[in-house]
């Protein structure tokens, strides 16, 4: 969960930050620059948040399937059957 959080925030800060500098350097009002950074900011959180979620659900079902032990009984049902000795064939 925390690493999601630092993902997005660290997408977010990447995405917001170039405009505005560029902003400023055009000498755009800090006013507009602030505006024009907090746009992208939510603009950036909509795009990258759904990730983090993404990324809680896998993880969620992966312990799951850890915990009831379903990886395991695919992995055994995958298995061609073995012949037992002493059965006719």
Request: hydrophobic residues 65%.
């Amino acid at each position: 969960m925390i690493v999601s959080f630092v993902i997005t925030d660290v997408a977010t800060g990447v995405l917001a930050a170039a405009p505005t500098a560029a902003a400023l350097q055009f000498g755009v009002h800090v006013a507009a620059a602030t505006a024009i950074r907090d746009g992208l900011m939510i603009a950036a959180r909509v795009l990258v948040a759904p990730v983090g979620a993404l990324l809680m659900a896998l993880l969620y079902f992966d312990l799951r399937m850890r915990h009831d032990g379903s990886d395991i009984a695919a992995m055994l049902a995958a298995l061609p059957a073995a012949p037992v000795a002493g059965a006719p064939r």
